[in-house]
C-alpha cells in the first residue's frame, strides 16, 4: 500500500515551458486536492475533485489546470510556467465523508520541488 | 471566511512541555486538524478535534473552545524529534483544508 504517490520529486523549468505533475493514490479515496506551500503562507488549495471526472477550483487556481480521468490519478498541469509558480507542490486525498458525525483526514503525498527560472 | 492564527517560531527544550497555540474564525465549524510537518517531508495527521475539550493521544494533547475560536497543541515530554512545524487547519466544504501559516517548533538539548 504506497499510499499517496508523486511524480516527479524535482524539476526545474524555464520561464515558459509546460508541465505536469501526477498523483496517484491507491486508497480508493473518492476525494483529492492540490496545494501548493511557500514559506510563511502556508499550505494554499489550488485545485480538488470530488470523485472521477469532476474538478473545481480552490484558493489559488490561476495558471493551473488540472484533471481526474481516473478515479486513483489527479494531474495538475501548468501551461506556461511563471517564476512565481516556484514553490513546492503537495497532493492529498481523503475519502468520502460516510458519517455526519465522523471526520476523514487527508492523507498527503510526499511533494514536488519545482523551481521555475 | 475562515482565518487561522497561529505564532510563527517556538523554542523548547528536550524533556520540557510546549502548547502552540492556533485562534480561528470561519463561517461554520466543523472541527478543527492538527498535522505535522517535518522539514522537507508532508504534512501528517496528528489530531482532529469537534467538541469541546481535551483529547490525549500519548504525548500530544489537542484542546479545542468552540466559543472562543481557539484550540492549542500540547506537547509532553518534548524529544528532539519533535522540533517541526505544525500547522493548525479548519475543514469547509469537501473536506477541503484552509491552513493556517504553521507555527515552527525548536527543541533545543
Known amino acids: 500500500n504506497a499510499g499517496v504517490t508523486q511524480t516527479p520529486k524535482f524539476r526545474v523549468l524555464k520561464t515558459g515551458q509546460s508541465m505536469t505533475l501526477l498523483c496517484a493514490q491507491d486508497?480508493?479515496?473518492?476525494?483529492m486536492y492540490w496545494y501548493r506551500q511557500d514559506p510563511g503562507m502556508g499550505l494554499r488549495l489550488i485545485h480538488y475533485?470530488?470523485?472521477?471526472?469532476?474538478?473545481a477550483k480552490g484558493e489559488v487556481p490561476d495558471g493551473y489546470n488540472v484533471s481526474r480521468l481516473k478515479k486513483q490519478n489527479f494531474l495538475l498541469g501548468l501551461e506556461s510556467a511563471a517564476p512565481s509558480q516556484t514553490s513546492v507542490y503537495f497532493c492529498?486525498?481523503?475519502?468520502?465523508?460516510?458519517?455526519?458525525?465522523?471526520?476523514?483526514?487527508?492523507?498527503f503525498g510526499p511533494g514536488t520541488r519545482l523551481t521555475v527560472l | 471566511g475562515q482565518n487561522i492564527d497561529q505564532p510563527t517560531e517556538m523554542t523548547a527544550t528536550e524533556g520540557a512541555i510546549v502548547q502552540i497555540n492556533c485562534t480561528y474564525q470561519?463561517?461554520?465549524?466543523?472541527?478543527l486538524f492538527w498535522y505535522q510537518q517535518h522539514a522537507g517531508e508532508a504534512p501528517t495527521f496528528l489530531s482532529y478535534?469537534?467538541?469541546?475539550g481535551l483529547e490525549e493521544k500519548g504525548r500530544f494533547s489537542s484542546f479545542l473552545s468552540r466559543s472562543k475560536g481557539y484550540s492549542y497543541l500540547l506537547l509532553k515530554e518534548l524529544q528532539m524529534k519533535d522540533s517541526a512545524s505544525y500547522l493548525c487547519?479548519?475543514?469547509?466544504?469537501?473536506?477541503?483544508?484552509?491552513f493556517g501559516t504553521g507555527t515552527r517548533l525548536l527543541v533545543s538539548p
Open positions: 487547519a479548519v475543514p469547509t466544504g469537501f473536506q477541503k483544508l484552509v
Open positions: 492529498a486525498s481523503s475519502p468520502d465523508r460516510a458519517i455526519p458525525s465522523s471526520y476523514n483526514e487527508q492523507f
Open positions: 478535534n469537534v467538541l469541546d
Open positions: 475533485s470530488v470523485g472521477e471526472g469532476t474538478t
Open positions: 470561519t463561517s461554520g465549524f466543523n472541527g
Open positions: 486508497m480508493n479515496h473518492e476525494y
